[in-house]
């Protein structure tokens, strides 16, 4: 079976960083994803990522806890470049040559977000991770994936998550529940399954990128996902739902 996608964008949660720790980043996990990033660049595969900033801070808890909204999304985003540089350094040192664009100017630590620049740096075999969300307040960072994923012209979305796919409820409450193996993004969306934020998807379907879901805790699931095996759910322009 040969490679399915040629430029793909993961998307990374804070939480994903964690591994089993309750807050921050286990170092652990972070240098299983370079290892797992640097087998698949190798191959040929040119790979941006996108990480969340979950395991140290969440804009949302921070303005349900009375903090402005605004202010905490901030914060978030400042989160995001603090892991975002975690990972470039486990995956300099695993042998990939990295980047790190962030969408809020921190030219000290990191370079600003340019566009046709991120594309030359895959072009240059490079991995690219965009740090500080869109730069805006208010929006997540699955859907700043979506907006880089299409910014980029990436093939495909991988969002790495904890869970081996989209199901039709909550598996750990349900052990009947029923896991997808492809959705439409109408379906997503009319039913409310929690794949990405609403605006996520509808970026997705808008520039018709496909989205991967799958389990990145399996070792070896990122290459899988690059092969195009039947791992995880893929939410896409499909006819009908399975």
């Not at 730069?135 to 997540?140: L, M, R, V, Y």
């Not at 389990?215 to 996902?225: E, K, P, T, W």
């Amino acid at each position: 079976m040969g490679i399915a996608y040629r430029r793909v964008l993961l998307k990374l949660s804070g939480e994903a960083l964690m591994g089993d720790l309750n807050y921050g980043i286990d170092p652990a996990v972070v240098q299983a994803i370079a290892q797992e990033v640097s087998a698949v660049t190798a191959s040929g595969v040119q790979m941006a990522i996108v990480v969340g900033g979950g395991n140290i801070f969440r804009g949302v808890k921070g303005a349900a806890a009375g903090m402005d909204r605004a202010t905490a999304d901030y914060i978030g985003m400042i989160a995001t470049v603090m892991n975002a540089m975690t990972l470039q350094d486990s995956l300099e040192q695993a042998g990939v040559p990295t980047r790190v664009q962030t969408a809020i100017a921190m030219q000290e630590v990191a370079e600003p977000y340019i566009r046709r620049r991120a594309i030359r740096h895959l072009e240059k075999g490079r991995v690219v991770i965009f740090g500080a969300g869109s730069g805006n307040p208010f929006f997540t960072t699955d859907t700043t994936a979506a907006l880089r994923a299409a910014e980029i012209s990436a093939d495909v979305l991988f969002k790495a998550t904890k869970v081996d796919g989209v199901y039709d409820s909550d598996p750990k409450l349900n052990p009947t529940a029923k896991r997808y193996q492809t959705l439409t993004y109408s379906h997503v969306l009319t039913q409310d399954l929690k794949v990405m934020d609403g605006t996520a998807i509808a970026l997705c379907k808008d520039n018709n990128i496909p989205i991967m879901v799958f389990d990145l805790s399996v070792r070896g699931n990122i290459h899988r996902a690059v092969m195009g095996e039947p791992i995880g759910t893929v939410v896409g322009g499909f006819c009908e739902v399975s």
